[in-house]
């Protein structure tokens, strides 16, 4: 693999994990908070509503897992395409 297709094929691969990340943190900020909350607030949990809570609690713990699991991907990113940081 040559230098210039090895670089386009390591932004493809963090573009789409980008990508992802980004539609997963909108479904759950947006999409549940505000969209789903009619939906989800026929679901209780913890004594309140489910769209509630997204929008208070629960985007937030989606969100920290979504740095976790970001920067674990992105490593195996790096390390597949000779980028890491040794």
């Known amino acids: 693999m040559t230098s210039e297709s090895n670089a386009k094929a390591y932004w493809s691969a963090t573009l789409g994990l980008l990508t992802k990340v980004l539609i997963v943190w ?6 549940a908070g505000i969209l789903f909350a009619p939906l989800l607030n026929k679901i209780m949990l913890g004594g309140y509503p489910l769209g ?3 929008a208070q609690q629960g985007s937030i713990y989606v969100f920290i897992v979504l740095i976790f699991y970001y920067a674990k991907k992105m490593g195996q990113i790096d390390r597949k395409f000779g980028m890491q940081e040794d």
Request: charge should be neutral; glycine fraction near 12%; charged fraction near 0%.
């Open 26 to 31: 909108f479904l759950v900020s947006y999409g």
């Open 52 to 54: 509630f809570w997204f």
